[in-house]
């Protein structure tokens, strides 16, 4: 079931600074949520990394961004400063929001299945609309150069 075109389903979770986000809290602007697995990984780094380095043209646009897994705010803060990361992390512990998200579930990993955090991607529009997901991110490394693209329009 493919969110494009629908409602962002809300929610509420605690930040890396220490505050509560709700989507609700940014009508008016273009949000994006990436969901990844978990904090200071490789795969998740390289990710991470490639939104601080485009962040700024991100921020031009007047975007935020939140990325999203079910760490710890204190493996967050740890992520954040490890990597200077200039966007919120938010933490989802029972995967509530990931699953509204289409972003837990069954993965297959080295060949094994297994149920956990899917890597993909959703940009919210200002009206609180689904405008795009990416449901299964290959390639992390390569993903935040295809977000900008896609926001650059």
């Not at 986000?21 to 990844?36: M, P």
């Not at 490639?50 to 007047?62: C, I, M, P, S, T």
């Not at 509530?96 to 990993?109: C, D, F, I, N, R």
Request: net charge positive; hydrophobic share 35%; with cysteine.
């Amino acid at each position: 079931m493919a969110l494009e075109g629908r409602i962002a389903p809300a929610f509420t979770l605690d930040g890396s600074d220490g505050k509560k986000h709700s989507l609700s809290d940014y009508k008016g602007k273009t949000v994006v949520i990436y969901f990844y697995p978990k904090d200071n990984t490789p795969g998740c780094t390289k990710e991470a990394c490639g939104f601080r380095d485009n962040y700024k043209e991100l921020a031009d646009l007047g975007v935020v961004i939140f990325g999203v897994s079910k760490d710890s705010l204190a493996a967050h803060n740890k992520f954040v400063t490890n990597y200077s990361l200039p966007f919120l992390l938010l933490t989802d512990p029972d995967q509530t929001m990931m699953q509204l998200y289409e972003a837990y579930g069954e993965k297959v990993m080295y060949g094994k299945k297994s149920l956990g955090t899917i890597r993909s991607t959703v940009v919210v529009s200002p009206d609180g609309i689904v405008q795009k997901q990416w449901a299964k991110v290959a390639k992390a490394e390569q993903h935040p150069a295809q977000v900008l693209a896609y926001l650059r329009g």
